[in-house]
């Protein structure tokens, strides 16, 4: 079955560390999107790839870095320089096109905890 | 300013009360209105898409419409499992945001048996 699978589900960062979530994508989508979900917040961009080794920063990038070497996968890293990075990561993909019919296909998320 | 924003935050329903979700935008020319349901640690699911004013589309006891400024979700004689978050996104012609979905901040809705 085509989709999109994100890990690990949960995972913990210690202060002062770097950790990264992965994105994986079977969908041959030529757009990946991470979004950070708070509570009473709605989803904020973080960054975006619409082709492989090349991306954009979206409105929250500040403490967050994203590569794109394959077209199935975008990790993105939470870097040390992130000050508030506890939250619920999503990872999405979609066509590019000027009607995509279904929106963005979503990951199952990432719940990333400081201790 | 592209923007997004759902009416109300969170909705209580008895079972089989129906009601509607709203959600109002402002975009550089409209290219889809998505909406998506989402359950709690999980990623949104996609919905419907609505392209034009005065486009439905039904599935189960959801319809959703969509008009100039505004879209409805209408949730018919809900059920328990309905319980969830329902997020409306928009995609703009042109203009700022390029071409990426406007998300709205949600409506959390829980039916009571």
């Known amino acids: 079955d085509g989709g999109i699978t994100q890990s690990p589900k949960y995972l913990f960062r210690k202060e002062g560390q770097n950790v990264t979530l992965s994105c994986e994508q079977n969908l041959n989508h030529d757009a990946m999107y991470w979004y950070r979900q708070d509570p009473g917040q709605g989803l904020r961009l973080i960054y975006y790839s619409q082709i492989v080794n090349d991306f954009q920063k979206g409105d929250i990038a500040e403490g967050y870095s994203v590569s794109r070497e394959k077209k199935e996968s975008f990790p993105l890293t939470v870097t040390s320089a992130q000050k508030n990075p506890t939250a619920f990561y999503l990872c999405?993909?979609?066509?590019?096109?000027?009607?995509?019919?279904?929106?963005?296909?979503f990951g199952s998320g990432t719940r990333l905890t400081v201790v | 300013e592209d923007q997004v924003t759902q009416s109300p935050e969170a909705l209580r329903l008895q079972e089989g009360e129906s009601s509607s979700l709203n959600c109002s935008y402002t975009v550089s020319g409209l290219r889809g209105l998505f909406w998506y349901r989402q359950d709690p640690g999980k990623g949104p699911e996609f919905l419907f898409t609505l392209y034009s004013a005065g486009e439905e589309k039904e599935k189960e006891r959801l319809k959703a419409t969509l008009t100039k400024k505004e879209s409805f979700l209408h949730i018919t004689a809900p059920k328990p499992e309905d319980s969830a978050t329902y997020l409306c996104a928009v995609q703009a012609g042109y203009g700022g945001s390029q071409g990426n979905l406007i998300f709205g901040k949600g409506t959390k809705l829980s039916v009571k048996p």
């Open positions: 999405a993909s979609s066509i590019v096109s000027e009607t995509p019919a279904y929106g963005y296909t």
